[in-house]
């Protein structure tokens, strides 16, 4: 299936934890949630548009970077959870308090006051990747 990406904008207080929770569906009319069990999700904060100048990157554990290799995030503070189960279809992204402060880029904190992203998800058994959501991010606080 193709998915055809949305375009939102999100909010980042300074020094709060970000934290957002969305549902994938399968069907246009949302009933039906999307299973997530074998996929992997990205979400690259960028400066602007195909930027080589990356801010923060939020990933499933598994994920591939754009280079083909694995992601490592769990030191950064920055996360996406794929829900699995009983409850299909759910995508959480969070960023912890201490990246969301003001601070130096090199220490994983936020010096900007708005940024691009894009959210892939990956179906780790195909390669498939589909492009789900893009759009701005502001920093609210800075």
Known sequence: MTVIPAKHTFTIW?????????????????TQ???????????????KPNSDNIYLTLASPGALAPDGTTIVTSNQGCSITLQEGNVTGLIKLRIDAKNTELGPKSANKIDWKSAVYDLTLRETSTGKTDALLYGGIKVNGV
């Open 14 to 30: 300074q020094g709060a934890t970000f934290y957002e929770a969305l549902t994938l569906y399968e069907t246009m009319d949302q």
């Open 33 to 47: 949630p999307r299973n997530l069990t074998g996929f992997t999700a990205t979400m690259i904060i960028r400066d």
